[in-house]
């Protein structure tokens, strides 16, 4: 069975990239959302084995998004998604839990290779 994925950001065409790399490697990609709000609220109604989170969206950060999933799941396999130049920021979101990041714009080897990590698949 393919491992269940969340794909978190506020831009769509990132999400879109995201989703697509997920889909070649074989992964379902069960949801996505906009924001840390809609991200906590798709988190406990898809129960994901896996959630990508954009580091800076409206309403809530993907930092106390990533704080809020893991409140409520502290098995969440969160993986942070930021842009270079935010390496505080990602040092932040892996003190609130999240397992690891990925620098947008994302390279589907990179991606793969971080995700299958996480998840214990090598």
Known sequence: MSKRVLVVDDSVFMRDIIKDIFSAGGFDVVGEAGNGVEAVEKYKELKPDLVTMDLVMPYRNGIDATREILRGDGKALVVMCSALGQETMVMEAIEAGAVDFIVKP?????????????????
Do not use: F, H, Y
């Open 106 to 122: 994302p390279r589907a080897e990179d991606v793969l290779a971080v995700v299958k990590k996480v998840l214990g698949e090598r």
